[in-house]
């Protein structure tokens, strides 16, 4: 084996164990950053539970009913039949 073998054979075991390290690293970072993201969504939990069981208890808000119509027609009017709603689209200057 020539030294120039042996530089190159060392860079490539160098760039790995580089990038062994980094790989590492990387996840400590990631593991610290969620390990603080759970502190702090365990701590506004804490705060909010704390606050909740200070206020006066609050009567649940009744949900408004919507009331969903079918169609578009009064309940008092009759259906109009076919061949007036024709005429009357085409008095009304429509074409059908």
Partial sequence: ???????????????????????????AERDAAAKAVLDNMAKLKALRLAREATEPQRAPAAKAAKKVRSSTKRPDEKPVALSEWLASQQ???RRT
């Fill in 91 to 93: 008095n009304g200057g």
């Fill in 1 to 27: 084996m020539t030294k120039e073998d042996r530089d190159r054979a060392q860079a490539r075991f160098d760039k790995a164990a580089k990038a062994v390290q980094d790989a590492k690293s990387g996840k």
